[in-house]
């Protein structure tokens, strides 16, 4: 029922841009923590940045190569979250996933402990 769908992913050259978007249906979206996570090898995984509030009023990036450069933004009126990504580099390079955060810890597990992942989708970024 619970159901998040990745999109917008793709190849890019370094230096280049990319937006991400996230759909979500099936849960209460407004009081929900959203999170943006990578995965650039089999058994690594990082989160990047979390959401929340109605508005998305409440932030936060984990990750210091990530700030200053990604964006996380959230529109409950569309049930969506989104995920801009500037002056990317090659070693972002990974699969990207939305989820339901679902609770603690700040890390990969808790999404699947308590809450719900994506799909997600590839990004490349090539020199």
């Known amino acids: 029922v619970v159901q998040l769908v990745e999109s917008g992913g793709g190849s890019v050259q370094a230096g280049g841009s990319l937006r991400l978007s996230c759909e979500i249906s099936g849960f209460t979206f407004d009081d929900s923590q959203m999170g943006w996570y990578r995965q650039a090898r089999a058994n690594e995984c990082k989160l990047l940045a979390t959401?929340?509030?109605?508005?998305?009023?409440?932030?936060?990036y984990w990750i210091g190569p990530v700030e200053g450069r990604f964006t996380i933004s959230r529109d409950s009126a569309k049930k969506m979250v989104y995920l801009q990504m500037n002056n990317l580099k090659p070693e972002d390079t990974a699969v990207y996933y939305c989820?339901?955060?679902?609770?603690?810890?700040?890390?990969?597990?808790?999404?699947?402990?308590?809450?719900?992942w994506g799909r997600g989708t590839q990004v490349t970024v090539t020199s």
């Open positions: 989820a339901l955060k679902g609770g603690w810890p700040e890390d990969c597990t808790a999404p699947t402990k308590h809450g719900t």
């Open positions: 959401i929340e509030g109605e508005k998305g009023e409440k932030v936060k």
